[in-house]
């Protein structure tokens, strides 16, 4: 695996107020990695990638995305980051390839290059002849499949996946890491959280948090090593049931 | 730029697809024009009449016979006195009353003129008008026969008196009503509801984080608005002009300018509603409530804003189509220009600038 690191955060932290939703995080994710980020609702995940996207401004602490400091470079992280969330996030009503083009259009993209990327990206999902199908028609399983693929259309450097899976049935789900594992391969950095413990595995590496810090970050045969422990969903619960704050 | 005009594409399929919220948007302007249309022309059927004759000759007779004749009239009763006529009108059933002067064929015989008052329920401002005219072009019908019967021109004066509500607001004001009420309508709702429906989706999410500008944003979720906006101008102004009769008398260039800045602070206000509506219900039942009362109600065009208490009156001044249908009304109706109208133009372009810049600047760049 190569070294290079893509994100690094050095005591990152975010206060709403009183509430320190994120609270001195440390890490550092490599190219081409999928790392996961685990926690419990209302642990900060979703606090910490939103930082990490340029959605949110930090309230103390440092940290650099694929090379940009994200209180002073928001615009230039924008360009290099993909992002997906949990909630289905492309229009219904659009085609496919309108889809397609529009997020690629947004980023800039040349109609040429678009053009390229919408069919190699259909054959690939084998969706050619749904290219002109609306979104609301096709089955959800797909739809979630086009939506990663749609978020790396760009070609970006980290693509920050929250709870991508949510509401997926197993096969699709696997089939959905399957897309994963090709786009690390491609040398694409994933940071993905999730609330499945056998996706924690899927995982190069993974970080827990507990109440707006990191418990542990480690490889997943490590953590459970560490923990004495066959699968990462007791890991998480070793570390998860000291948790005081409810979840949100 | 170029990422413009792609979100300003898409925005454009989201509405073309839509096409039960399209039809909505051009039906409603339609819908509202026609009724009005059909509700004139079938009340003036039959409309009953009150007469006084004071003068009792040939030729006052000849007239009301010629008015009863008349397939819009039903003489309704003779009355004695000029005084009865306001009774009649309180009880309801008369919508127009003539009175005839002593001596009006003396008068028309021997120095060719003569007058006789024409009375109408000023109340009801469309049918007064019509009724008014219709009995002036019978009485000039009349003349003109007897001008050649007599062989020398004579000439009966109608003069025109309105009951009740002498200016006849209500009218002409209908179509600068329903002007401000569609635009206000369509680009508060439309402009609202399409922001929140990406709020809802996710789909604003990920246009936050991708490096297309806020702003950029914003514009395209204006530009179909804005030319549905138009579009839906035009088919009232070309409506109201075939059908109604009331074509734009000034100048179109001022009417489509200060329709432009009427858009722009509805714009301005859908964008405002959207920032705190969390769903698309929330905001359609905020510009349904928050803007179609405070139009229909403040703007005159349903009740007169003088006849309001002073508080009322205060808080209309701060209700954009009131300016708007001022304007409407002076500038469609009465063909006077920008020198009659500055004052309401300048109120309506800073409402809309100011408004414009607020909602910019409150519009959350980042989402918390």
New interface residues.
């Given amino acids: 695996m190569n070294t290079e690191a893509v994100i690094v955060t050095d005591k990152l932290t975010k206060r709403f107020g009183p509430f320190i939703a994120c609270n001195e995080l440390t890490f550092q994710v490599d190219k081409g990695e999928i790392f996961g980020f685990l926690g419990a609702n209302g642990a900060g995940k979703t606090t910490a990638m939103r930082m990490l996207c340029g959605l949110l401004n930090p309230s103390s602490g440092k940290a650099t995305v694929a090379g940009f400091d994200v209180y002073t470079q928001a615009n230039r992280i924008k360009q290099r980051i993909g992002y997906m969330s949990q909630r289905f996030s492309l229009y219904d009503d659009l085609t496919v390839s309108e889809n397609i083009r529009f997020f690629g259009g947004i980023y800039g993209m040349s109609i040429s290059d678009i053009k390229k990327k919408t069919s190699a990206l259909l054959s690939e999902l084998q969706l050619e002849k749904e290219a002109k199908t609306l979104v609301r028609d096709i089955p959800p399983g797909w739809k979630q499949k086009l939506a990663f693929s749609v978020s790396i259309v760009h070609g970006p450097d980290i693509v920050f996946l929250d709870e991508p899976t949510g509401g997926v049935d197993p096969v699709t789900r696997r089939q959905f890491w399957d897309l994963i594992y090709e786009a690390a391969d491609k040398g694409v950095t994933v940071f993905v959280t999730t609330h499945y413990m056998d996706e924690a595995e899927y995982c190069n590496r993974v970080s827990i948090m507990v109440d707006g810090v990191i418990a542990d970050l480690d490889a997943p045969a490590r953590l459970k090593t560490k923990y004495q422990v066959s699968s990462m969903e007791e890991v998480f619960y070793a570390l998860a049931r000291n948790a005081v704050r409810k979840a949100d | 730029m ?2 413009l005009l ?2 300003i ?2 925005e454009f ?2 509405v073309f ?2 096409r039960k919220t399209l039809l909505m948007l051009f039906g409603l302007p339609i819908a509202q024009i026609v009724l009005f249309g059909f509700a004139l022309s079938n009340e003036v059927k039959d409309s009953k009449i009150a007469v006084v004759d004071y003068s009792k000759d040939i030729m006052t007779r000849q007239i009301i016979n010629k008015v009863g004749a008349n397939p819009y009239f039903e003489i309704e009763s003779n009355l004695k006195s000029a005084t009865d006529i306001d009774a009649a009108f309180r009880k309801g059933n008369i919508k127009v009353a003539l009175v005839f002067p002593d001596n009006f064929s003396t008068d028309l015989i021997h120095t060719g003129t003569a007058t006789v008052q024409v009375i109408a329920d000023g109340s009801d401002p469309n049918l007064a008008t019509t009724v008014t005219n219709y009995i002036s072009t019978v009485i000039a019908d009349y003349t003109a026969s007897l001008s050649l019967q007599e062989g020398h021109p004579v000439q009966v004066q109608p003069e025109i008196q309105m009951l009740y509500n002498p200016d006849l607001r209500g009218a002409p004001n209908f179509i600068p009503g329903v002007m401000a009420l569609v635009l206000m309508l369509v680009c508060t709702m439309m402009t609202s509801v399409s922001i929140v429906r990406e709020k809802e ?3 604003m ?8 500008n806020t702003t950029y944003i914003i514009l395209s979720k204006l530009a179909p608005n804005l030319l549905i906006s138009l579009v839906n101008l035009f088919i009232i102004l070309v409506l109201s002009d075939l059908f109604l009769d009331l074509p734009v008398k000034g100048s179109i260039v001022l009417l489509v300018f200060c329709s432009i800045l009427f858009i722009l602070t509805c714009l301005s206000i859908g964008l405002l509603l959207s920032i705190s509506a969390k769903t698309q219900q929330a905001a359609m039942m905020g510009s349904l409530m928050g803007m179609m009362l405070p139009t229909m109600l403040l703007t005159g065009f349903l009740f007169p804003i003088e006849n309001m208490p002073l508080p009322l009156r205060l808080l209309s001044n701060l209700v954009p189509s009131r300016w708007y249908f001022i304007i409407v009304k002076q500038v469609m109706l009465k063909g006077l220009g920008i020198g009659a109208v500055w004052k309401e133009t300048l109120i309506l372009a800073v409402m809309a600038f100011g408004l414009f810049a607020i909602s910019l600047r409150n519009f959350k760049i ?2 918390q």
């Fill in positions: 170029k990422q792609v979100f594409r898409k399929l989201h697809r839509d989706l996710g789909t999410e990920i246009l936050l984080v991708s490096p297309f980042r989402l």
